[in-house]
């Protein structure tokens, strides 16, 4: 039978427009292409964890990547629980301030008059609001070369701990210049107990962590067991090792809770309420004071992917043996970023500026394959060369990335190591030089010399990038 001439016509046309729209590329949405990001980060190692993405306050994207545990391949999901770092932070600045507006405590009142057993000579002269906004002056703890080697496996409750750093001789006349320590928040930590009567761990339970209904947040310990808990590793070459063992009563209120992104999105949106504070103590919290730091975040502008435009963010980063976390809020629109990653050393902000790039549909650079595996520097060169030991020192001092992001260089006997603001301590290798490598990411340092002999700047080589770094310190 023969079919009508339009009838045929409709056929073909209407086959056309089928094959048409079937060979026309599908327009990818937004969590489309940020899963594909995460992906490529993941497949050249760049990142192992879990992410979630909010856009005008709702949930756009929420996966992980890669596994939770590598020896069980059990994968990240979006309620894989991961040791914060420094992120815990902020939670210890919204306990003080809650204590401060219920008339426990004052911010322009002085450690000693809270912790008598501190030395009356430092304890004196910071305030509370020294420590919330790292102007104190106290040396940071962790920044010390025995620190790991004396502490890590040896437990101590926070009087014990504190003599550790508090008879150190002050930095600065405290409230006149900024400098990141993780020892401020230790001695925050030790005047919530001591104001409430209760440990640091129930009074976050009580007045964060239950009231926001965040199910998946605790003070981790080692020896409980606890579900979904990721695992920490650190990069060996091309290849991840378990990360070196931390007793979680070291990083204290300065960096010992755990949480998932979900949980940590529950706490995002409660901060555009008056549930946990009130506007006016929301003020204190938010508005930095020197440097860009506020209450234990910091404040600064945002680039979106490699673009020069920036938002207005609040954020912070976070790291501890084998993890390290971010998580970044643009209140003007209320977007939230939170990536947390279980193998240290993941360049987070760079992620977190494209995934922003997406959002905001900017261009932006796509994670490149490493130019070398981490292995051949190690083989190659280090059995090539003789470590020049003696020179280390030449290298020792602080270098400041960016506005409130400086890498500490540190030596302990015969071995160097970098530190980034608010991140764990890491060995770095020579290759040649004056040039190191690290083997917990794919990145090196070269340490550079002025006119005068001095090395005055650093330049950290990473994802295809040069960043160069002035000494401060």
Same mark, same amino acid.
């Given at each position: 039978?023969?079919?009508p001439?339009?009838?045929?016509?409709?056929?073909?046309?209407?086959?056309?427009?089928?094959?048409?729209?079937?060979?026309?590329p599908?327009?990818?949405?937004?969590?489309?292409?940020?899963?594909?990001?995460?992906?490529?980060?993941?497949?050249?190692?760049?990142?192992?964890?879990?992410?979630?993405?909010?856009?005008?306050?709702?949930?756009?994207?929420?996966?992980?990547?890669?596994?939770?545990?590598?020896?069980?391949?059990?994968?990240?999901?979006?309620?894989t629980?991961?040791?914060?770092?420094s992120?815990?932070?902020?939670?210890?600045?919204m306990?003080?301030?809650?204590?401060?507006?219920?008339?426990?405590?004052?911010?322009?009142?002085?450690?000693?008059?809270?912790?008598?057993?501190?030395?009356?000579?430092n304890?004196e002269?910071?305030?509370?609001?020294?420590?919330?906004?790292?102007?104190?002056?106290?040396?940071?703890y962790?920044a010390?070369?025995d620190?790991f080697?004396?502490?890590?496996?040896?437990?101590?409750?926070?009087k014990?701990?504190?003599?550790?750093?508090?008879?150190?001789?002050?930095?600065?006349?405290?409230?006149?210049?900024?400098?990141?320590?993780n020892?401020?928040?230790?001695?925050?930590?030790?005047?919530?107990?001591?104001?409430?009567?209760?440990?640091?761990?129930?009074?976050?339970?009580?007045?964060?962590?239950t009231?926001?209904?965040?199910?998946?947040?605790?003070?981790?310990?080692?020896?409980?067991?606890?579900?979904?808990?990721?695992?920490g590793y650190?990069?060996?070459?091309?290849s991840l090792?378990?990360?070196?063992?931390?007793?979680?009563?070291?990083?204290?209120?300065?960096?010992?809770?755990?949480?998932?992104?979900?949980?940590?999105?529950?706490?995002?949106?409660?901060?555009?309420?008056?549930?946990?504070?009130?506007?006016?103590?929301k003020t204190?919290?938010?508005?930095?004071?020197?440097?860009?730091?506020?209450?234990g975040?910091?404040?600064?502008?945002?680039?979106?992917?490699?673009?020069?435009?920036?938002?207005?963010?609040?954020?912070?980063?976070?790291?501890?043996?084998?993890?390290?976390?971010?998580? =970044?809020?643009?209140?003007?629109?209320?977007?939230?970023? =939170?990536?947390?990653?279980?193998?240290?050393?993941?360049?987070?902000?760079?992620?977190?500026?494209?995934?922003?790039?997406?959002?905001?549909n900017?261009?932006?650079?796509?994670?490149?394959?490493?130019?070398?595996?981490?292995?051949?520097p190690?083989?190659?060169?280090l059995?090539?060369?003789?470590?020049?030991?003696?020179?280390?020192?030449?290298?020792?001092g602080?270098?400041?990335?960016?506005?409130n =992001?400086?890498?500490?260089?540190?030596?302990?006997?015969?071995?160097?190591?970098?530190?980034?603001?608010?991140?764990?301590?890491?060995?770095?290798?020579p290759?040649a030089?004056?040039?190191?490598?690290?083997k917990?990411?794919?990145?090196?340092?070269?340490?550079?010399?002025?006119?005068?002999?001095?090395?005055?700047?650093l330049?950290?080589?990473?994802?295809?990038?040069?960043?160069?770094?002035?000494?401060?310190?």
């Amino acid at each position: 039978m023969r079919l009508p001439k339009s009838i045929t016509t409709f056929f073909f046309l209407l086959c056309f427009t089928f094959a048409s729209c079937a060979q026309s590329p599908a327009v990818k949405s937004p969590a489309e292409k940020i899963r594909q990001l995460l992906d490529e980060y993941n497949r050249y190692k760049l990142f192992n964890g879990t992410a979630l993405v909010a856009k005008d306050g709702k949930v756009i994207f929420k996966n992980g990547v890669g596994y939770a545990n590598f020896e069980w391949e059990i994968r990240n999901t979006p309620d894989t629980r991961f040791r914060l770092g420094s992120i815990t932070k902020q939670f210890t600045a919204m306990l003080i301030l809650q204590l401060a507006e219920q008339g426990k405590l004052k911010l322009d009142g002085h450690i000693s008059d809270y912790l008598p057993y501190y030395p009356k000579a430092n304890g004196e002269r910071v305030t509370i609001y020294n420590l919330l906004t790292h102007t104190s002056g106290i040396p940071n703890y962790t920044a010390r070369p025995d620190f790991f080697s004396r502490f890590a496996r040896n437990p101590s409750t926070p009087k014990e701990f504190i003599p550790f750093f508090s008879e150190l001789p002050l930095e600065f006349t405290p409230g006149t210049d900024y400098k990141y320590s993780n020892s401020g928040y230790f001695v925050l930590g030790a005047i919530i107990e001591e104001v409430t009567g209760q440990s640091y761990a129930s009074v976050l339970q009580e007045r964060i962590f239950t009231p926001l209904h965040m199910l998946n947040t605790g003070y981790d310990k080692a020896a409980p067991i606890i579900k979904k808990r990721a695992a920490g590793y650190e990069r060996n070459g091309d290849s991840l090792i378990n990360a070196s063992y931390l007793d979680m009563d070291l990083p204290y209120a300065a960096g010992a809770m755990y949480s998932t992104v979900e949980d940590l999105y529950l706490w995002d949106q409660a901060l555009y309420t008056n549930q946990l504070l009130s506007a006016a103590g929301k003020t204190t919290y938010f508005t930095p004071f020197l440097k860009g730091y506020a209450c234990g975040w910091m404040r600064q502008p945002f680039s979106i992917g490699n673009t020069k435009d920036t938002l207005s963010s609040i954020s912070h980063d976070g790291g501890i043996n084998g993890f390290n976390t971010l998580i =970044v809020r643009i209140p003007d629109s209320k977007d939230l970023v =939170v990536l947390l990653n279980n193998t240290g050393g993941a360049p987070l902000r760079d992620i977190a500026k494209n995934i922003l790039a997406i959002l905001y549909n900017k261009p932006y650079t796509p994670p490149a394959k490493p130019t070398h595996s981490l292995s051949q520097p190690a083989a190659k060169t280090l059995a090539a060369i003789t470590p020049d030991t003696a020179a280390y020192r030449l290298y020792t001092g602080k270098y400041e990335l960016a506005p409130n =992001v400086v890498m500490a260089i540190s030596t302990e006997g015969d071995h160097i190591y970098e530190q980034l603001t608010g991140q764990a301590r890491f060995e770095i290798f020579p290759s040649a030089p004056a040039e190191f490598f690290m083997k917990v990411v794919d990145a090196r340092i070269s340490f550079m010399k002025n006119e005068q002999g001095v090395v005055d700047q650093l330049v950290l080589h990473q994802n295809g990038r040069d960043i160069t770094a002035k000494r401060v310190e």
